[in-house]
């Protein structure tokens, strides 16, 4: 169905969320219609952030608001729709429009199998009622829905409508782009030249499976990548636990400015242990890239500061690739937690692969590296 029909069904005015492939109609018709207005349309840090905002809309105006967001931040969701939403605390109505990723009997990454698995129980748990939209869903038929949606919100009820893979289509086009010209991938290449042999730790999305291809181009070994395929913004976490207990070892993590910003507390937690071992490069091309391209507020923000702030002992911007190389050599001899911005583009080959190997198969050759070490 057109998304302009869904975005009418509903009749909001405000939507929060974080951007999701299997919502880029809605996503783009957004950023057409609104852009990125505080009073309408606004793109959160995480999906519980998207449902607090929400909430404190709701309370403002007594209307009911929109998030939207993949099904993989449903977790993010639970605590403030069972401690804030519930009609057992605060009754605060709210519209929900998930992505069904990992649909079962639908082709998707490891990362989504078991997330598609449990969508529409996690929801049922949440005592969130849910109606699906599929390639033949009818605009009266989701009119018929919402009809029903309306006195469960009237009660203070919370509701979904679950969106399956080409569901929803967008005849408008939105070009996403920034000032930057180092492209990811060839930053990624620099990376890999300078950290050798040390392991790293990389983000959710494009990142991972770029630095995939570049082992593989490079003939190497994937033994000294952990691919965080799954679990956006806790790239970090991992690699802190991996520097702490490997001090001997050079950790490397790769990061991006979505996944950084979505659990940002994970930065302070870095700095007050202050790993010593520890090299933080976040790669910010201001951009959900890996979803479509949608803005974060990334580019208006001081990464470098947050991360002095917080303890980092050495940071950094940098936006070419001598100051790069500069950088990565400075963080590669350094004995002190460092981090590295680096300024980037939106863009990657149309060409880009997936990794080849196994989740587990991952895990277990890079497990035993470090038991190397």
């Not at 979505?258 to 930065?267: D, I, T």
């Amino acid at each position: 169905m057109k998304v302009e029909d869904l975005v009418d069904i509903i009749g909001a005015d405000f939507y929060a969320g974080v951007p999701d492939s299997q919502l880029k109609a809605l996503c783009n018709f957004l950023m057409n219609k609104y852009g990125i207005d505080p009073k309408h349309h606004v793109i959160a840090a995480n999906e519980g952030n998207c449902t607090a905002l929400a909430a404190g809309y709701h309370l403002a105006t007594g209307k009911v608001p929109v998030v939207y967001m993949q099904n993989s931040g449903e977790g993010n969701v639970i605590n403030p729709v069972a401690s804030l939403l519930s009609e057992k605390v605060y009754a605060i109505p709210m519209v929900f429009v998930v992505g069904w990723r990992g649909e079962p009997g639908v082709h998707d990454e490891p990362q989504h199998i078991y997330q598609g698995e449990v969508t529409l129980k996690l929801l049922e748990d949440m005592d969130i009622a849910s109606f699906v939209i599929g390639k033949e869903t009818s605009v009266e038929e989701v009119r018929k829905a919402m009809e029903g949606f309306r006195k469960l919100l009237e009660q203070g009820k919370d509701v979904a409508f679950v969106v399956r893979k080409g569901a929803l289509s967008y005849d408008g086009h939105v070009k996403y782009q920034n000032p930057n010209t180092m492209l990811r991938e060839e930053i990624i290449r620099h990376i890999v030249s300078v950290s050798g042999e040390d392991p790293i730790v990389s983000t959710t999305g494009k990142a991972s499976r770029e630095l995939f291809e570049i082992r593989e181009a490079n003939h190497q070994s994937h033994k000294y990548d952990f691919l965080t395929v799954g679990s956006m913004g806790h790239s970090s976490s991992i690699a802190l636990g991996v520097a702490i207990n490997k001090p001997e070892a050079k950790i490397w993590c790769v990061d991006g400015d979505g996944a950084v910003l979505m659990h940002m507390g994970a930065m302070a937690v870095i700095g007050a242990n202050a790993p010593k071992n520890f090299v933080h490069v976040v790669i910010n091309n201001s951009a959900h890239e890996t979803v479509g391209g949608q803005p974060t507020v990334a580019g208006k923000i001081d990464l470098v500061a947050i991360a002095k702030a917080c303890g980092y002992g050495k940071a950094v911007c940098v936006d070419t690739f001598a100051a790069l190389d500069a950088a990565l050599n400075m963080a590669k001899c350094n004995d002190e937690l460092t981090f590295v911005e680096v300024k980037c583009s939106i863009g990657a080959r149309e060409d880009l692969g997936r990794p080849t190997t196994t989740a587990l198969e991952n895990k277990v050759n890079f497990m035993n590296y470090l038991k190397l070490g």
